[in-house]
Nanobody, 126 residues
Framework: QVHVVESGGGVVQAGGSLKLSCTAS????????MGWFRQAPGKGREFVIA????????YSADFVRGRFTISRENAQNTVHLQMNSLKPEDTAVYFC???????????????????WGQGTQVTVFS
């Protein structure tokens, strides 16, 4: 079992920045990738950004457009999502997801991930 915990959500004015963190913990597990998804009120969950650990390949949604970046602290099984130039439409619950690498597929698709956090709220006001 892997536990995934997000932190760092909050309320920010449009144009501001927030940094989310996500840590995976458990007994002896592999880190293939970690990613972020979000879900706005009344909408489905959508992919934001992901990092594949073996080669640091980053996948990102078009709406990221250089505003968001993902980085990792390997020793702590932690990834960070730095969000800059935030917009009201970025308001959502942000979920962190962890992949052990057992499922083949696109890291932009949620089924490839094995464990999910509870989510952290990000609210951007204009």
């Amino acid at each position: 079992q892997v536990h995934v915990v997000e932190s760092g959500g909050g309320v920010v004015q449009a144009g501001g920045s927030l940094k989310l963190s996500c840590t995976a913990s458990g007994r002896s597990f592999s880190n293939y990738a970690m990613g972020w998804f979000r879900q706005a009120p009344g909408k489905g969950r959508e992919f934001v950004i992901a990092l594949r650990f073996e080669d640091d390949t980053i996948y990102s949604a078009d709406f990221v457009r250089g505003r968001f970046t993902i980085s990792r602290e390997n020793a702590q099984n932690t990834v960070h999502l730095q969000m800059n130039s935030l917009k009201p439409e970025d308001t959502a619950v942000y979920f962190c997801a962890h992949s052990l690498g057992w499922r083949l597929g696109d890291l932009r698709e949620s089924p490839i991930y094995d464990y999910w956090g509870q989510g952290t709220q990000v609210t951007v006001f204009s």
